[in-house]
């Protein structure tokens, strides 16, 4: 399949609505969508009726209060951990979460409990640091909303990699492991590189002192300490060469587990019934269950 075929597979699917979203802070792109696991609701509907949206959500929210204690902290996590999707588009406004959507359904349909973080980006109010701030204000109101609470699989797409890597990275994070797909691992190549029209200066700002403050956000300078990565790209990428998570595999060697996927572009893991996506999913069955 040709890169364009590949992106034309993802962007056409039907975007899945979320079983609720929830706010993290005062601007419209901070918020969370939740996905929830088919499991308990398909139990509930064995009689053949479908909830409706308005009980979908409800019911949304009470299996959330259940997994809570009287005191309002998370009960003790009794299954998988959630997953917290971060998604790409090389941080601009252009492109937002609803492409990870069927994503999020297809996991949540597997018994995961999902999370997909929308996040300020450029050209929108975002852009260093409010972006990287709303990742970890996002991933907390994740911790907090998710059955199960505890510690969450972070996993991110493209630039939504970097951000998943960055944030695993910063101290007090309730991430117990890192799954980047096609992650934008290493700013300072990818500058150099010109990805997508300059969008690290972009992120970061142009201008003087720009090299310090790719230091300060490069993957590659700051992996996460004590967290299992695994990263997923394919060999055909057209959009975010290979190379960028080798080099930081080289970087991290100790923690790090990338796999390459000959044949494989850029949405082509992220693309539910595509066979990288069964890699993806095989990868996170594999990672929720140790």
Do not use: K
């Not at 999707?85 to 990870?100: N, P, Q, S, V």
């Not at 997909?116 to 450029?122: G, H």
């Not at 907090?144 to 510690?151: A, I, Q, S, T, Y």
């Not at 300060?216 to 998570?245: M, Y």
């Amino acid at each position: 399949m040709s890169a364009a075929d590949e992106e034309a597979a993802l962007l056409g699917l039907a975007p899945v609505a979320p079983d609720r979203t929830v706010a993290y802070g005062p601007h419209p792109d901070q918020i969370v969508d939740l996905y929830l696991p088919r499991a308990a609701e398909d139990a509930r509907a064995a009689d053949g009726e479908r909830l409706g949206d308005g009980e979908r959500a409800a019911d949304g929210e009470r299996r959330a209060d259940e997994a809570r204690t009287a005191d309002g902290a998370p009960a003790p996590a009794a299954g998988p951990p959630p997953v917290v999707l971060l998604h790409g588009g090389f941080w601009r406004a252009a492109y937002d979460r609803r492409h990870l959507s069927p994503l999020a359904a297809a996991l949540a349909a597997q018994g995961l409990p999902v999370a997909l973080a929308e996040y300020r980006r450029v050209g929108a109010g975002g852009g260093a640091p409010q972006t990287f701030d709303d990742v970890t204000a996002g991933l907390a109101a994740a911790v907090r909303e998710l059955p199960g609470g505890g510690d969450v699989v972070l996993a991110g797409h493209s630039a939504g990699g970097q951000l998943a890597l960055l944030a695993a990275a910063r101290p007090g994070t309730r991430v117990s492991r890192v799954l980047a797909v096609a992650p934008v691992a290493d700013l300072a190549r990818a500058h150099a590189l010109g990805l997508s029209n300059g969008a690290v200066a972009e992120l970061l700002g142009d201008g003087p002192g720009l090299a310090d403050r790719i230091a300060a956000a490069d993957p590659v300078c700051h992996p996460p300490v004590g967290i299992p990565v695994t990263i997923l790209h394919g060999t055909d990428d057209p959009d975010v060469p290979l190379d960028l998570s080798r080099r930081y595999a080289a970087h991290s060697p100790g923690t790090t587990d990338l796999h390459e996927l000959p044949g494989v572009g850029h949405y082509g893991p992220v693309t539910p019934g595509s066979p990288s996506c069964h890699t993806l999913f095989a990868q996170l069955r594999r990672t929720c269950s140790t």
